[in-house]
């Protein structure tokens, strides 16, 4: 078991009834109330994570330095994460110096046009 992996005790308040009802659940799968919540928790996040959604709003939030990249990296995973680092830098970059493209005819005069007769 790594150190990110050692037991982090958490205490939050739940409405009764929501307690009541993972009692019950917990008592009939024969598991422990703590084991259904982090499997709650794990599943929540997995699914979280993996929306389109939150992607976008973790990327925006990156690239508007509302986040470091390490939570970057907790929020989507490092291959992500690092994606949007070097994205960022290429947004980050001065705008290449390039002359206006002069007047030139790339298609040397032969072009093709297609009707559409529909």
Same mark, same amino acid.
């Given at each position: 078991?790594?150190?990110? #992996? &050692?037991?982090?005790?958490?205490?939050?308040?739940?409405?009764?009834?929501? !307690? /009541?009802?993972?009692?019950?659940? @917990?008592?009939?799968? #024969?598991? &422990?109330?703590?084991?259904?919540? !982090?499997?709650?928790?794990?599943?929540?996040?997995? $699914?979280?994570? #993996?929306?389109?959604?939150?992607? %976008?709003?973790?990327?925006?939030?990156?690239?508007? /330095?509302?986040?470091?990249? %390490?939570?970057?990296?907790?929020?989507? =995973? +490092?291959?992500?994460?690092?994606? *949007?680092? *070097? *994205?960022? +830098? $290429?947004?980050?970059?001065?705008? *290449?110096?390039?002359? @206006?493209? /002069?007047? !030139? $005819?790339?298609?040397? =005069? /032969? !072009?093709?046009?297609?009707? $559409?007769?529909?």
């Amino acid at each position: 078991m790594s150190a990110s #992996d &050692d037991p982090r005790r958490v205490h939050f308040q739940s409405p009764e009834y929501l !307690v /009541d009802r993972l009692d019950a659940i @917990a008592d009939l799968f #024969d598991k &422990d109330r703590t084991d259904l919540l !982090v499997d709650a928790i794990r599943e929540y996040i997995e $699914d979280t994570a #993996d929306s389109e959604t939150f992607q %976008e709003l973790v990327a925006t939030k990156y690239y508007n /330095d509302q986040l470091e990249f %390490e939570t970057v990296k907790q929020l989507v =995973g +490092a291959e992500t994460a690092q994606r *949007l680092r *070097l *994205l960022k +830098a $290429d947004l980050e970059d001065e705008p *290449l110096d390039l002359a @206006a493209p /002069d007047d !030139v $005819d790339v298609y040397e =005069g /032969d !072009v093709t046009t297609v009707d $559409d007769d529909r």
